[in-house]
C-alpha cells in the first residue's frame, strides 16, 4: 500500500515561487507513474506533471508548462514540485498522487495530451497553494 504526504504549501505573491514536496512510503517500483494534481474551489482534478520514476521523464500541462519543474529524491524517497512564477489562477489544493502502470499513463498522456486522475490509485491529503 503506497502512501503519500504532501508538504510546502501556503500563501505566496504573484509571481512568487514555491516548493511541494510529497514524501512516498510502501512499496513502489519502476512500473509507477508518480504525479501532481491539483483542484481549485468548484472545479475539477487537473493533472499537473507526472514524472516516470523509472526514467526520470517528465511530462507538464499546457497550463504550468515552463513555470513549473517535477523531480524525484529516490534515495529520501520524496518528490518535488517547483512552481515558479506563480499566478493567482494556480491557487488551488495539490495532491500527490500514484499510479500503475506507468506504461498505460504514459501512453494516454502522449497520445490524448492529457493527465488522467484516472489512472491514478494512491493520493495525498493535498496541500493548499494560494496566490495573491
Known amino acids: 500500500h503506497v502512501q503519500l504526504v504532501e508538504s510546502g504549501g501556503g500563501p505566496v505573491q504573484d509571481g512568487g515561487s514555491l516548493r511541494l514536496s510529497c514524501a512516498v512510503s510502501g512499496y513502489t517500483d519502476s512500473s509507477y507513474c508518480m504525479g501532481w494534481f491539483r483542484q481549485a474551489p468548484g472545479k475539477g482534478r487537473e493533472g499537473v506533471a507526472t514524472i516516470y520514476t523509472s526514467e526520470g521523464t517528465t511530462s507538464y500541462a499546457d497550463s504550468v508548462k515552463g513555470r513549473f519543474t517535477a523531480s524525484q529524491d529516490n534515495a529520501r524517497n520524496t518528490l518535488s514540485l517547483q512552481m515558479n512564477s506563480l499566478k493567482p489562477e494556480d491557487t488551488a489544493m495539490y495532491y500527490c498522487?500514484?499510479?500503475?502502470?506507468?506504461?498505460?499513463?504514459?501512453?494516454?498522456?502522449?497520445?490524448?495530451?492529457?493527465?488522467?486522475?484516472?489512472?491514478?490509485?494512491?493520493w495525498g491529503q493535498g496541500t493548499q497553494v494560494t496566490v495573491s
Open positions: 498522487a500514484a499510479g500503475y502502470p506507468a506504461s498505460t499513463i504514459m501512453s494516454v498522456i502522449q497520445t490524448l495530451g492529457v493527465i488522467r486522475s484516472s489512472d491514478f490509485d494512491f
